[in-house]
């Protein structure tokens, strides 16, 4: 079933090719020009899904650093910070030490920190809510032992 949007743009289509003016039909289904001229291109193509969307997402993100790296950076952090170090710096000097390239920069290593950082405490609160929830429902559940409610 097509959805709202995909309707909305096959009546475009229908009306541009019944020749009603193109002023008209982007007026009548609050549609800019370069929006009908899309999917008229989109129609022309012959592609059977042409009224589908597509998607914006970025197929691939070259610039992440990889998962890999993340996971050496947040080990090479904890170790450090038992020795009284752990300031990026010595963090990149650690990952060159170890053959990593490219090694990230200062920022990079600070906002892979700060990820881990929210992981950590975002696991650490849902673990503690879980628990306070089952401490409240067994309070609330067991019976009363003070004996002391008025019948």
Known sequence: MATVHEQRRQRAIDRYLAGD????I???????KSWL???RDRY?????SWSAARSRHPRTTPTKTPQRTAQVVVA????LAQQGKGCGAAIQQALAQQGIE???SQRTIYRILHRYTKEVTATNHHHTAVHQRAKLLTVLTEPHSQGNMAT
Do not use: H, M, S
């Open 76 to 79: 090479l952090r904890q170790t």
């Open 37 to 39: 001229y899309q999917w």
């Open 44 to 48: 022309l193509a012959t592609a059977p």
């Open 26 to 32: 982007c007026r009548e289904l609050a549609g800019a």
């Open 102 to 104: 490219p090694v990230p």
């Open 21 to 24: 003016p193109i002023e008209d």
